[in-house]
């Protein structure tokens, strides 16, 4: 009897310890892969060439406000910011392109956090998964995920529009 219920245990140990390796969003809320968040996607761009989604994805990553660290002409790698609250969230875009389609990743999520603890105030980068010292934790990740939501709706947008030269 005392066999079947260690095995019983052993199981369900296990089942809690897959299940906690296995998350797939960081407090449920935003998307992880290989631990880090993460947005990625591939998307269909029918009938439009590669070299013209090159030139969009450009446009984008310069509207929105991102720096091209690299770029050829089958993927854009950026870096860019935006405002959650008090605090700046860096991240990495990579963008790489096929004829009639792309894919998107952004991570690497940093928080450009300011301490004052013991003593005079420095910059502090901290890994959104970390996110140590966070009140209202939840509240934070949700709206991390409706502006990186937000930009990727924009990207979508530009990537199906051909620009406007009418300016």
């Keep these: ?38 947005y990625i996607s591939v998307v269909k761009a029918d009938s439009i060439s ?3 989604l090159f030139e969009r994805a450009k446009r984008w990553l310069a509207y929105a406000g991102n720096e091209i660290k690299f770029a050829d002409d089958t993927v854009l790698v950026g870096r860019g910011y935006f405002t959650c609250g008090s605090q700046d969230v860096s991240y990495k875009i990579v963008i790489q392109l096929k004829e009639g389609r792309y894919k998107y990743e952004l991570t690497d ?8 603890a013991n003593g005079p105030s420095f910059n ?11 009140i209202g934790k939840k509240i934070y990740y949700k709206v991390i995920d409706v502006t990186v939501n937000k930009m990727i709706a924009s ?8 620009g406007d030269d009418n300016w």
Aim: net charge positive; aromatic share 8%.
């Design 50 to 52: 590669r070299a013209e």
């Design 124 to 134: 502090m980068d901290d890994p959104l998964e970390n996110a140590r010292g966070i």
């Design 1 to 38: 009897m005392n066999y079947r219920k260690c095995l019983i245990v052993f199981f369900l140990f296990f089942e809690l310890i897959h299940g906690i390796s296995a998350q797939e969003k960081l407090l449920n809320i935003l998307p992880l892969k290989d631990d880090k968040v993460t």
């Design 155 to 162: 990207l979508e947008k530009t990537m199906k529009s051909p």
């Design 109 to 116: 999520f940093i928080r450009k956090v300011i301490s004052v």
